[in-house]
């Protein structure tokens, strides 16, 4: 992974922060490049099963406050919004995050493998917590995304 594609990745990360902040969710920071930074060294990446469970932490863990319900979410920035669903592990409630020149779209882990990961986003207003969320919000990130990430 280039310097660049790190760089773009984080953008898009704190992107999706923003915006799980302002749908109300309580957002806290939960990828290991966070918890772990003396470990997120891309020319030595931790190796072995406990290197991979390490490496493939979600981005973030986010609680709904009406009612404490807690989800995972991985954060992907695809230019062509294409993911190789292997470089996502199963956690439970794991919402996928695509970001892409497209915008912003979601997946769930269960979702993705029923469909080997072809055609398997949708908008956040149609999947999970989202659904129930201020609409112009998820909107309004999606049209950010588009013009930041074009």
Same mark, same amino acid.
């Given at each position: 992974?280039?310097?660049?594609?790190?760089?773009?990745?984080?953008?898009?990360? @704190?992107?999706? $922060?923003?915006?799980? =902040?302002?749908?109300?969710?309580?957002?806290?920071?939960?990828?290991?490049?966070?918890?772990?930074?003396?470990?997120?060294?891309?020319?030595?990446?931790?190796?072995?099963?406990?290197?991979?469970? &390490?490496?493939?932490?979600?981005?973030?863990?986010?609680? +709904?406050?009406? +009612?404490?319900?807690?989800?995972? &979410?991985?954060?992907? $920035?695809?230019?062509?919004?294409?993911?190789? &669903?292997?470089? &996502?592990?199963?956690?439970?409630?794991?919402? %996928?995050?695509?970001?892409?020149?497209?915008?912003?779209?979601?997946? +769930?882990?269960?979702? @993705?493998?029923?469909?080997?990961?072809?055609?398997?986003?949708?908008?956040?207003?149609? %999947?999970?917590?989202? =659904?129930?969320? +201020?609409?112009?919000? %998820? @909107?309004? $990130? %999606?049209? =950010?995304?588009?013009?930041?990430?074009?």
């Amino acid at each position: 992974m280039s310097r660049y594609d790190w760089a773009v990745g984080r953008k898009a990360e @704190m992107l999706v $922060y923003d915006m799980m =902040k302002e749908l109300g969710f309580r957002v806290v920071r939960f990828g290991y490049e966070f918890l772990l930074p003396e470990f997120a060294n891309k020319k030595k990446l931790l190796k072995g099963p406990a290197g991979d469970l &390490i490496r493939s932490q979600p981005d973030f863990v986010i609680v +709904d406050p009406k +009612d404490n319900h807690t989800y995972f &979410i991985e954060v992907k $920035y695809r230019k062509y919004g294409e993911i190789n &669903i292997k470089s &996502i592990k199963d956690y439970p409630e794991n919402y %996928i995050v695509l970001v892409s020149t497209k915008g912003l779209l979601i997946s +769930d882990w269960e979702y @993705m493998i029923k469909n080997k990961g072809k055609l398997c986003f949708k908008l956040l207003t149609e %999947i999970g917590p989202f =659904k129930y969320k +201020d609409k112009s919000i %998820i @909107m309004k $990130y %999606i049209e =950010k995304a588009k013009k930041e990430f074009y």
